[in-house]
């Protein structure tokens, strides 16, 4: 149906003049950077991208990225499903183009460099990568590595644990 995300090259500015939109399911396994982060490769986001040019000139890509990524709890290094949803806008900087003053860009929106052969791929993965939590948890943890240590501080505090009890033996 539709040809595969990676190696999918978009020339920004003409993306954006023709309106162009790409709709596509990426697999996890397709974001590397992400692995370390992931408990499971296996499950694919919906991606969808879309350029345009407003009234003032403007080029713009609008990145829609949503999914359910499982996350490495970092209390009980169990899989913690996050809800990812990403909306994000940016503003695509032709060179020679003044850039926005960051003073008066709102949150929503983003500056980047309009590429010749901006490869959607790593674009995605760059927006995923700024989505996620710096410590995802689980509200409550109930593996039994996050029960051995009581109240499913850390790890290190179950082995810390482990090892009082045993030296009173
Ligand atoms: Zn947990």
Redesign the pocket.
């Known amino acids: 149906m539709s040809e595969p995300i990676a190696g999918t090259v978009i020339d920004c500015l003409e993306f954006a003049r023709i309106g162009g939109v790409l709709v596509r399911s990426v697999g996890l396994d397709e974001l590397p950077r992400l692995a370390d982060q992931l408990t499971t490769t296996a499950g694919v986001l919906s991606v969808r991208v879309e350029g345009w040019r407003d009234a003032e000139g403007k080029s713009w890509l609008q990145m829609d990225i949503a999914g359910e990524p499982v996350l490495r ?1 970092q ?2 290094l ?1 899989g ?1 499903k996050f809800a990812l949803g990403i909306k994000s806008r940016l503003q695509l900087i032709a060179p020679g183009e003044e850039w926005p003053d960051e003073d008066l860009v709102d949150d929503s929106t983003d500056a980047v460099n309009a590429e010749k052969e901006l490869a959607v791929l790593s674009l995605i993965e760059d927006e995923v990568l700024l989505a996620l939590p710096i410590a995802p ?2 509200e409550q ?1 109930d ?1 039994p590595l ?1 029960n051995a240590s009581g109240q499913g501080s850390s790890p290190f505090a179950a082995l810390a644990a482990l090892k009082a009890k045993q030296s009173f033996r």
Do not use: K, N, P, T
Request: one cysteine or more; proline letters at 0%; charged letters at 30%.
């Open positions: 709890c209390r009980c169990d913690v948890r689980h943890c593996s996050a």
